[in-house]
C-alpha cells in the first residue's frame, strides 16, 4: 500500500497569499538554502553554489496538475460561481515562470548567476481556493480504494537546490532570508541600489501580478460555511452520518471522518482507513450529499457574486491582465 505523504489534502483558507509571497514561500520550502558570504570554498562568485555533476532537471508533467473542474468521482463537472475569480495553479505556474525569468535577468544585472529550480514539479492538491474534489470531504472512490483519506505521494525526483550567498539572497528578496518575515536587507548592493522586495518585487511589479486574492477567498470561506447551516445540508450530512453509522463508523460530518482512523507519518495507508474512506464515499453517494450541498452553496455564491460584482471583476481583470504580460514575458 502507498506510504503516507506530507502533503495532505485540505482546504485553503481565508487570506491566501498572493503570489509574491507564496513564491517566496516556496523557495524556502524547496531548500533553497543559504550559505555564508566567507568560508565557501564551493560557491563561484555570483554567490551560487553549481549543483551537483550529472544533477537532471525534474521533469514537469502537467498531467498532474490539479484540476479546477474534476472530471472523476462524485464531484465530476462541478463548478462554483466564485472560481472564475480565482487565481488557478495554471495561472500562479505561468505568473511563476516569467517571474524567475526576470528575477534571473535582474540578478545578472547584480552580477549574480542564479538557476531557479523549475516550477510546476510539484503540484498542490487542489487547483484553486474551492478544491472541488475535495471540498465537501472526499469524493473519488478510486483515489479513496488507493490512498484512503490521503493523496498520491509526490514520486518526482527533484533537482538539488542551488546555495544563495547571503548577499544574493538579500538582492533576490531584499531581505535577509528567504523568509517573507525576514528583517530588511540594506537597501543597495556594491553601490547599487536593490529594487522594493529585490528582484523577485520587481519582476512581480512588472508583471502586475501584486494580487489581493482576499475578497474572492473570504467570500469562498463564507459560502461554505453558511451552506452546512442549510436544512437541506444539514439533513443530508444527518443522512450521511446515519448511514456511516450503519457501516460501523460513527462520525459527525464528511470533515471529521479523516479522524475516524489513528494515522501515523510515514507509514503505509492502513486497510482499516482505505475501508472507512470507501465507506465515506458510498455513503455520500447513497445520500447524494456532494449534489445537495453543491446545490446550497452554488446558491450563496451567486448572491455573493451579485452583490461584489465590481470588486470582483477588476479581480478577475488583474488577474487575466497579470497572466497575459507574464506570457508576453516568457515569448521574451
Avoid at 136 to 162: C, L, N, Q, S, W
Amino acid at each position: 500500500m502507498p506510504r503516507r505523504t506530507s502533503r495532505e489534502p485540505g482546504r485553503l483558507r481565508p487570506g491566501t497569499p498572493g503570489p509574491l509571497a507564496r513564491s517566496l514561500a516556496a523557495l524556502a520550502g524547496a531548500g533553497l538554502a543559504l550559505t555564508a558570504l566567507t568560508g565557501c570554498g564551493d560557491t563561484d562568485p555570483a554567490g551560487q553554489v553549481p549543483p551537483r555533476a550529472g544533477a537532471a532537471a525534474a521533469e514537469v508533467d502537467e498531467s498532474k496538475w490539479p484540476k479546477v473542474t474534476p472530471d472523476t468521482g462524485l464531484a465530476r463537472g462541478l463548478v462554483l460561481p466564485l472560481q472564475q475569480y480565482m487565481q488557478t495553479y495554471q495561472d500562479s505556474v505561468v505568473i511563476e515562470r516569467a517571474a524567475r525569468s526576470l528575477q534571473t535577468q535582474c540578478m545578472a544585472d547584480f552580477g549574480f548567476t542564479v538557476a531557479f529550480p523549475p516550477v510546476g514539479t510539484n503540484p498542490p492538491p487542489n487547483a484553486d481556493d474551492a478544491n472541488m474534489s475535495r471540498r465537501y470531504g472526499i469524493t473519488d472512490r478510486a483515489m479513496a480504494e488507493k490512498y484512503g483519506f490521503g493523496i498520491p505521494p509526490d514520486t518526482v525526483e527533484h533537482p538539488p537546490p542551488p546555495k544563495l550567498t547571503a548577499a544574493a539572497v538579500a538582492v533576490l528578496t531584499g531581505r535577509k532570508g528567504l523568509d517573507p518575515r525576514a528583517e530588511p536587507a540594506p537597501a543597495t548592493y556594491q553601490g547599487k541600489k536593490i529594487p522594493k522586495d529585490g528582484c523577485q518585487g520587481a519582476s512581480f511589479d512588472r508583471i502586475g501580478a501584486r494580487i489581493d486574492f482576499a475578497l474572492s477567498s473570504r467570500l469562498d470561506h463564507d459560502s461554505l460555511v453558511k451552506s452546512q447551516e442549510t436544512p437541506e445540508v444539514q439533513a443530508g450530512i444527518k443522512a450521511w452520518s446515519g448511514c456511516m453509522k450503519k457501516k460501523g463508523y460513527a462520525v459527525a460530518d464528511p470533515y471529521a471522518a479523516i479522524d475516524l482512523i489513528p494515522r501515523v507519518e510515514g507509514a503505509e495507508t492502513s486497510g482499516k482507513e482505505i475501508s472507512a474512506a470507501v465507506a465515506d464515499i458510498d455513503c455520500k453517494k447513497e445520500t447524494d450529499l456532494v449534489r445537495v450541498w453543491h446545490t446550497a452553496e452554488a446558491a450563496i455564491q451567486t448572491q455573493q457574486v451579485e452583490q461584489n460584482q465590481l470588486a470582483l471583476q477588476q479581480l478577475k481583470e488583474k488577474n487575466a491582465a497579470a497572466v497575459k504580460a507574464a506570457e508576453a514575458a516568457l515569448r521574451g
